[in-house]
């Protein structure tokens, strides 16, 4: 049984939060492949430096607005996040479905922890970054931004 793109897209951002009709989890593979895809089109929207978007990737958090719209960027269409609110327990569901245990289980955790991060901040930009740094915080070792 083959993944759907927007399958593979979840699960490369360690969320899955699509509605799916199947149960499928990412390979290795997948998970680079729409990573890379996420990334050119977050870029593409928000015209964030590549240095900036690289810094994510190892878990550093640039102080610049296009950075944190880049997070929303992605965030929003992994349907994580929606005008600044989180959705955590429906990550935290397509989780079971879309990542093997092993990067589930602490995605699972972290998105729980996380869930009330970006409460009372207005700016949608800032909210999805506070969400992003608390997901790294939580989850470092499978972190993808």
Avoid at 28 to 38: I, L, N, V
Avoid at 39 to 61: N, Q, W, Y
Wanted: hydrophobic share 45%.
């Amino acid at each position: 049984m083959f993944c759907n793109l927007k399958q593979v897209l979840l699960a490369v951002c360690a969320v899955a939060l699509f509605s799916v009709a199947v149960e499928c989890k990412g390979t290795a593979e997948q998970m680079a492949k729409a990573a890379e895809m996420m990334r050119s089109v977050c870029m593409g929207k928000v015209k964030v430096p590549l240095d900036h978007v690289e810094a994510l990737g190892r878990g550093e958090f640039p102080d610049s607005k296009d950075a944190m719209c880049f997070a929303n960027c992605v965030l929003e269409t992994m349907q994580a996040m929606r005008k600044g609110k989180v959705y955590a327990d429906q990550a935290i569901r397509s989780s079971d479905m879309l990542l093997p245990p092993e990067i589930g289980e602490p995605t699972k955790a972290a998105f729980d922890t996380c869930r009330d991060s970006a409460d009372g901040i207005k700016n949608n930009c800032e909210a999805a970054y506070a969400l992003l740094k608390c997901l790294h915080k939580n989850n470092p070792k499978y972190f993808f931004a």
